[in-house]
């Protein structure tokens, strides 16, 4: 089954503005977490939020998780041009302690100058 | 920082000939990955790897794949005989597990680009 479904697919704003990225998923988890890729870079976590919290921030992140519509979102404030990037969502669930991450197709966040 | 390395960055091959790519995880992390991305796709799961053997790993990890953790220090993925659709982005990632602490953080080396010509 796919998890991690990101809308939208992708979001240009003005520096400036809020991005807000959903995400969805079918199955329980443990974890849910948020990363950012540059183009051609590697993955960079962002946050990670637990199956027990409801809401989470770190600095211009928001992060809100709602298991009984299995969906999330990552709101950034005051977006900066260097924000620019693909982000995606990434669950867990414990199996034989691989913990391996599920990723959606990620929301390509262009923040205009 | 510590951070995860990936050598080389891109690796040109024709099909048929084996690859290897190299990781050299987070000293401390316990346990490590192989993820790989295919141009405009998303991040998929190959393999995960701890205590020296492989924990779970994905339909596409198929007998051509194999992981090696040959020293204490380097992680590595070969590829026995290459395919054009093996050309994709590989990225290694390792994480650290506190004891009673559930959480999964797991970092993530830049990623070797593979063409299969």
């Known amino acids: 089954s796919q998890q991690g479904e990101e809308d939208p697919q992708a979001l240009s704003i003005q520096e400036g503005e809020n991005a807000t990225m959903n995400c969805s998923y079918k199955?329980?988890?443990?974890?849910l977490q948020w990363y950012r890729q540059n183009s051609g870079r590697g993955l960079v976590h962002l946050i990670l939020?637990?199956?027990?919290?409801r809401e989470k921030h770190s600095g211009r992140l928001r992060v809100t998780l709602d298991t009984s519509k299995k969906s999330s979102s990552l709101l950034i404030t005051a977006s900066r041009a260097a924000d620019t990037a693909s982000y995606f969502c990434?669950?867990?669930?414990?199996?034989?302690?691989?913990?391996?991450?599920?990723f959606g197709k990620g929301t390509k966040l262009t923040v205009n100058p | 920082e510590p951070e995860v390395t990936q050598t080389p960055s891109h690796q040109v091959t024709q099909m048929g000939q084996e690859v290897i790519l190299r990781c050299v995880p987070i000293?401390?992390?316990?346990?490590f990955y192989w993820y790989r991305q295919i141009l405009g796709q998303k991040v998929e799961f190959l393999v995960s790897?701890?205590?020296?053997?492989?924990?779970?790993k994905s339909e596409i990890f198929d007998d051509q794949f194999s992981v090696e953790r040959p020293d204490g220090s380097n992680f590595t993925l070969k590829i026995r005989s290459t395919k054009l659709e093996d050309s994709a982005m590989y990225f290694c990632?390792?994480?650290?597990?506190?004891?009673?602490?559930?959480?999964?953080?797991?970092?993530f080396g830049a990623g070797t680009r593979l063409s299969v010509l």
């Open positions: 990632a390792s994480r650290f597990e506190l004891q009673g602490i559930a959480k999964n953080i797991q970092y």
């Open positions: 199955t329980s988890i443990n974890n």
């Open positions: 939020i637990r199956s027990n919290e």
């Open positions: 990434a669950t867990d669930r414990t199996q034989g302690g691989s913990e391996k991450l599920v």
């Open positions: 000293s401390n992390h316990l346990y």
């Open positions: 790897f701890y205590n020296n053997e492989i924990s779970e």
